[in-house]
C-alpha cells in the first residue's frame, strides 16, 4: 500500500513518461551441445552471439539451452521457433515432444549436422519432415563455395544476389535429394561452378539443396553451421535474419543505426 501521496504521484508520473516496454513478436529457443565436433561447437558459440544480437534488434526473444530435456510439451509451450544448432534429439520422449510441437503450429530452424540421418535411423517422422533427404555424402576439408538462389522471391532469400561465396563449411549431398520431394522448396543450392568440392572427400557433382524448406511444416533448414566462419557473410546473415523473421511470422524492422 502506497501511502505517501507525493510518491504515488512520482510513481504515476514515471509510469506515464517512461516509453513502454516493446512486448516481443514471437520467442525462441536454440538447442545446441558444446561436446562434439570442434567446428559444431564453434558455430554454436557464434550463433549464440549472432541471434541474440539480431533478437535485440528484431524484438523477439532468443533463450539457449544444452539441456535437450528440455525438449517436453511444457518447457515447449513457451516458445514459437526452435532451432537445433548442432544437435538433434536423443530419446523417444524429446523426438516425440518435438513432433508434437510442430503439430501445433511450432516452428524449426534445423542447422547442418542437427539434421543428419541415415536410412537406418529408428526417426522416420523426421525424415519425412525433412523432406526425404537422407545423408549421403560431404566434402573435406571445409571449403567455402558459390551458391545459387533457387528463388529470390521467397522471404527468406529476398535479400540474396542470385550467388554468392558463402564462407567455409562442410557441405552435405543429402540422397534422395530434397527437390525431387513435390512438398519441398529449395531456396538455395550449391553452384555447379562449385565442384569438383573437395581435397580428401569431394562431392564431384551432382544436385546439392543447401537451404530448403518443406511447405508442410514450419521448418527451415541451412546447411550451414560448421567452423567459425559462417557468419562473416552479410549476404548470408541476411538470409539467415529473413528466414528466422518468417518462421516467427514477423517482418523486419528497419535496424537504427
Ligand atoms: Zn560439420
Same mark, same amino acid.
Given at each position: 500500500m502506497m501511502t505517501n501521496p507525493f510518491l504515488f504521484i512520482f510513481f504515476l508520473l514515471l509510469s506515464f513518461f517512461s516509453s513502454p516496454a516493446q512486448s516481443p513478436r514471437f520467442k525462441v529457443a536454440?538447442?545446441? !551441445? ?18 541474440d544480437?539480431?533478437a535485440a534488434q528484431q524484438q523477439f526473444t532468443f533463450d539457449a539451452t544444452?539441456?535437450?530435456?528440455n525438449?517436453n510439451d511444457n518447457y515447449l509451450a513457451n516458445y514459437d ?35 543428419? @540421418? ?20 560431404? @566434402? ?22 542470385? !550467388? ?24 538455395? !543450392?550449391?553452384? &555447379?561452378?562449385? %565442384?569438383?568440392?573437395?581435397? &580428401? ?19 527451415? %533448414? ?5 567452423? @567459425? ?8 546473415? @541476411? ?9 516467427g511470422?514477423a517482418?523486419?524492422m528497419?535496424?537504427k543505426?
Amino acid at each position: 500500500m502506497m501511502t505517501n501521496p507525493f510518491l504515488f504521484i512520482f510513481f504515476l508520473l514515471l509510469s506515464f513518461f517512461s516509453s513502454p516496454a516493446q512486448s516481443p513478436r514471437f520467442k525462441v529457443a536454440a538447442f545446441y !551441445s558444446t561436446k562434439g565436433e570442434m567446428d559444431h561447437v564453434d558455430f554454436a558459440r557464434d550463433g549464440l552471439y549472432f541471434f541474440d544480437l539480431i533478437a535485440a534488434q528484431q524484438q523477439f526473444t532468443f533463450d539457449a539451452t544444452t539441456d535437450w530435456t528440455n525438449l517436453n510439451d511444457n518447457y515447449l509451450a513457451n516458445y514459437d521457433v526452435v532451432i537445433w544448432l548442432n544437435d538433434f534429439p536423443q530419446t523417444d520422449d524429446q523426438r516425440k515432444a518435438f513432433e508434437r510441437f510442430i503439430g501445433r503450429g511450432g516452428a524449426w530452424l534445423g542447422c547442418h549436422v542437427s539434421a543428419f @540421418n541415415l536410412p537406418d535411423s529408428k526417426w522416420k517422422w523426421f525424415n519425412e519432415f525433412l523432406g526425404g533427404a537422407y545423408f549421403h555424402s560431404n @566434402n573435406w576439408p571445409p571449403l567455402p563455395a558459390k551458391v545459387v538462389v533457387d528463388d529470390r522471391s521467397h522471404p527468406v532469400t529476398k535479400r540474396l544476389p542470385a !550467388s554468392y561465396d558463402s564462407p567455409t563449411g562442410e557441405w552435405y549431398q543429402w540422397t534422395p535429394s530434397p527437390r525431387e520431394n513435390k512438398d519441398v522448396k529449395v531456396l538455395m !543450392s550449391l553452384s &555447379k561452378e562449385s %565442384y569438383p568440392l573437395g581435397v &580428401k572427400t569431394i562431392i564431384k557433382d551432382g544436385d546439392t539443396p543447401v537451404v530448403w524448406t518443406n511447405t508442410r511444416y514450419k521448418m527451415l %533448414y541451412m546447411n550451414m553451421g560448421h567452423g @567459425n566462419k559462417i557468419f562473416s557473410s552479410q549476404d548470408q546473415n @541476411n538470409m539467415i535474419t529473413d528466414g528466422l523473421l518468417w518462421l516467427g511470422g514477423a517482418e523486419r524492422m528497419e535496424v537504427k543505426k
